[in-house]
Structure formats: structure tokens, C-alpha cells
């Protein structure tokens, strides 16, 4: 079955950086898209940034210019890349696969446990 492990969540002060990295398996990584999502507390679970099978990136207007991401087929891990980090970015992170279709910018059916990330004032 698919498994996404992320990790490299943490306590950053407002203005610092952080690396997410989601290690996947039990599937074809370099045919899926895979995203990243977050969660602050009694919110709705909003897309932060999506890289389809070919490449394609999309992010959130609030992360933009802020946030990368980037994929590697070889190690099956796609990274969220944070800088400029401020506490409305405050969530639990999830890393999502969608491997019906690789080609979209779409939520597929796998996800992650979730990792904190937490940027205080």
C-alpha cells in the first residue's frame, strides 16, 4: 500500500526557514503528483503547493514567491522548501500522492500523518 512519511517540521521564529520532505513508497512515484497541504487549528485543510508528474507547480497566492517545491524521482521524496516564514503559516503539514492523475494539480487519495509546523511571532 502507499505510504508518505513527511518530516522536518519544527519551531521557527517569524522570518526563518524551513525543509519539509516527504518520502514515499508502495507506488510508482515519478508517475504521480504529489502536494503539499496544511491544517491550522480550526480550519479547513487548504493545497499550499502541488508538483504534477511532469514538472508543473502550483502554489497558494499566500505562499507565493515564498514557497518551492521540487521533487526527486530517484529518491521518491518531494520537498517543501519554506522561507520568509510567518505564524499564519502555522499548521500541520500533509503530503499528498495522486496517482489516477499525475498529469493534475488535484488531491489524489493518499496522505501523509502530518507534520507541525509552528512559526512564532
Known amino acids: 500500500q502507499v505510504q508518505l512519511v513527511e518530516s522536518g517540521g519544527g519551531l521557527v521564529e517569524s522570518g526563518g526557514s524551513l525543509t519539509l520532505s516527504c518520502v514515499a513508497s508502495?507506488?510508482?512515484?515519478?508517475?504521480?503528483?504529489m502536494g503539499w497541504y496544511r491544517q491550522a487549528p480550526g480550519k479547513q485543510r487548504e493545497k499550499v503547493a502541488v508538483?504534477?508528474?511532469?514538472?508543473?507547480?502550483i502554489f497558494a497566492d499566500s505562499v507565493k514567491g515564498r514557497f518551492t517545491i521540487s521533487r526527486d524521482n530517484a529518491k521518491n521524496t518531494v520537498y517543501l522548501q519554506m522561507n520568509n516564514l510567518n505564524p499564519g503559516d502555522t499548521g500541520v503539514y500533509y503530503c499528498?500522492?495522486?496517482?489516477?492523475?499525475?498529469?493534475?494539480?488535484?488531491?489524489?487519495?493518499?496522505w501523509g500523518q502530518g507534520t507541525q509546523v509552528t512559526v512564532s511571532s
Open positions: 499528498n500522492a495522486n496517482g489516477r492523475a499525475g498529469w493534475s494539480f488535484a488531491a489524489g487519495d493518499d
Open positions: 508502495g507506488m510508482i512515484f515519478s508517475t504521480n503528483a
Open positions: 508538483i504534477t508528474s511532469g514538472g508543473g507547480t
